[in-house]
T-cell receptor, first 109, second 115 residues
Framework: GQNIDQPTEMTATEGAIVQINCTYQ??????LFWYQQHAGEAPTFLSY??LDGLEEKGRFSSFLSRSKGYSYLLLKELQMKDSASYLC??????????WGAGTKLIIKP | GAVVSQHPSWVICKSGTSVKIECRSL??????MFWYRQFPKQSLMLMAT?????????EQGVEKDKFLINHASLTLSTLTVTSAHPEDSSFYIC???????????FGDGTRLSIL
């Protein structure tokens, strides 16, 4: 079957760095997306990895290892507005996104 | 700026009413549109995938007669929740995708409350 494993909840301090891990199993693979979803809002696109390695975009970076079925999202210089859920969504062979429950990130002052 | 416009953002109506939700692609013509439902503290649940000019593909367990999807043009898809009941109360979100290996861009969602 297809599944995603992310921590349910994480807590970090404003100004710090946090890494949100994601392991996945899919039928085929066409890349992996990370989305941010604030409470009560729709998801917004953060990053896309299709090849192994690190993609950096400002304070956010995303890493992919296809052989390990593993990705992480790295958030630097955390701000209070980064409090949200972070969704790891791999794309299967049919170009369908597989959604898990995401990781709720709580930022404390 | 936003690439997807979804309306209305909030609907409260009586049981038995039918509710139509619109999803528009603003920047480009979308090849595919998706409809999701999300209950509080749960993951996104894909309801159906919609391509312009063809019938929507519904996920298992989603009643096609209950949730009518019309993708009339490359920029517009509508979801009609027919004869809505309290258990249909949820957060409905559409997304658009322009190519298969590109991200889905989401509308702001519609919060539906059936009394």
């Amino acid at each position: 079957g297809q599944n995603i494993d992310q921590p349910t909840e994480m807590t970090a301090t404003e100004g710090a760095i946090v890494q949100i891990n994601c392991t996945y199993q899919t039928s085929g693979f066409n890349g992996l997306f990370w989305y941010q979803q604030h409470a009560g809002e729709a998801p917004t696109f953060l990053s896309y990895n299709v090849l192994d390695g690190l993609e950096e975009k400002g304070r956010f970076s995303s890493f992919l290892s296809r052989s390990k079925g593993y990705s992480y999202l790295l958030l630097k210089e955390l701000q209070m507005k980064d409090s949200a859920s972070y969704l790891c969504a791999p794309m299967d062979s049919n170009y369908q996104l597989i959604w898990g429950a995401g990781t709720k990130l709580i930022i404390k002052p | 700026g936003a690439v997807v416009s979804q309306h209305p953002s909030w609907v409260i109506c009586k049981s038995g009413t039918s509710v139509k939700i619109e999803c528009r692609s603003l920047d480009f013509q979308a090849t595919t549109m998706f409809w999701y439902r999300q209950f509080p503290k749960q993951s996104l649940m894909l309801m159906a995938t919609s391509n312009e000019g063809s019938k929507a593909t519904y996920e298992q367990g989603v009643e096609k007669d209950k949730f009518l999807i019309n993708h009339a043009s490359l920029t517009l898809s509508t979801l009609t929740v027919t004869s809505a009941h309290p258990e249909d109360s949820s957060f409905y979100i559409c997304s658009v995708r322009y190519r298969e290996n590109q991200p889905q861009h989401f509308g702001d969602g519609t919060r539906l409350s059936i009394l």
